[in-house]
C-alpha cells in the first residue's frame, strides 16, 4: 500500500491505519507513510476518520508528537459532531500524548472533561465472568476493589489501589483468534490500555476468558488464580 497511500481517499487512509492497530501489528514505515499522505489532506477527513486516525497512532505508539498535533488540530474542527464513541477514542489519545511528551500542550487539553465523561460511558459493564472471578479473589483473601476507576478515568476489575495491582478479566472482546492454528491473541487496544497502565505503575494480572473457561472447580479456579498472583513479580 505504501506506494499508492497518495491515492486513498481520507477514510481509506484512516481505516488502513484503523485496521493495522487494532490487529496489533507492527508497520511503522507503514504508519510513516500514512503519517505524511495524511498531513496535507486533514481538513478534509470527517469526524469519525480523524478520531479513528488520532486512535491508531496512539495505539501504535507512534513516536512523532507533531503528527499529532496536526490530528488533534483537525479534530478539534470535528468535536461537536462527534459521537461518544470517537470521542473515547480521544481520550485515550490524550492520555497517551501526555505520558509520552509532558513537556508539550495537548490541543484538545480544553476539552478534557467531555473527552473523559466520554469514555467512562462507553466502558463496558461487569460480566458474569468477572464477578466469578472476583468471587475467587475472595476466597484467597485477596482484597480488591470491584470495578475501580483511576485517577486517570481508566477502569480495572478488581484492584488494590494503594500498591496500585490489579486484575483484569479479559472476555473475547479483547483477543482476535488465529482460524488456523485456533490460538487467541490481544488485540491492538488490549495492549494500548496495557500499555497505558504500565506508564501509570499499575501491576496487572491478566485473566483470560479461555483459560478461566477451562477451570471445572472452584479450588481449580482458586489454584489458577493463586499461581498468577503470588508468583514472583506477579501482583500480591
Keep these: 500500500a505504501r506506494p499508492r497511500l497518495g491515492e486513498f481517499k481520507p477514510q481509506e487512509l484512516a481505516n488502513t491505519a484503523w485496521a493495522f492497530a487494532k490487529a496489533g501489528v507492527e508497520a511503522p514505515r507503514l504508519f510513516e507513510a500514512i503519517a505524511d499522505a495524511a498531513r496535507p489532506h486533514l481538513g478534509e477527513f470527517n469526524a469519525q476518520d480523524v478520531a479513528n486516525t488520532a486512535w491508531a497512532f496512539a495505539c501504535v505508539d507512534f513516536e512523532q508528537p507533531v503528527s499529532f498535533v496536526a490530528l488533534m488540530d483537525a479534530c478539534a474542527t470535528h468535536t461537536s459532531a462527534m459521537r461518544d464513541l470517537e470521542l473515547s477514542q ?35 459493564r461487569p460480566s458474569r465472568l468477572q464477578r466469578d472471578v472476583a468471587a475467587a479473589l475472595d476466597r484467597l483473601g485477596w482484597t480488591h476493589v470491584f470495578e475501580h476507576v483511576t485517577a486517570e478515568g481508566l477502569s480495572l476489575d478488581m484492584a488494590q489501589p494503594e500498591s496500585r495491582r490489579a486484575v483484569e478479566v479479559d472476555g473475547p472482546s479483547h483477543f482476535l483468534k488465529n482460524p488456523k492454528s485456533q490460538r487467541y491473541v490481544e488485540n ?31 479450588a481449580e479456579k482458586d489454584a489458577y488464580l493463586e499461581a498468577r498472583l503470588f508468583r514472583p513479580g506477579a501482583a500480591k
Design 90 to 124: 480521544l481520550y485515550l489519545v490524550s492520555l497517551h500524548f501526555r505520558l509520552e511528551w509532558p513537556d508539550q500542550s495537548f490541543p484538545l487539553s480544553h476539552y478534557h472533561d467531555t473527552l473523559l465523561s466520554a469514555y467512562q460511558r462507553n466502558e463496558p
Design 188 to 218: 491492538g487496544a488490549t495492549r494500548f490500555k496495557s500499555r497505558l497502565l504500565r506508564r501509570l505503575g499499575w501491576d496487572v494480572v491478566r485473566v483470560p476468558f479461555f483459560e478461566w473457561g477451562r477451570l471445572k472447580t472452584a
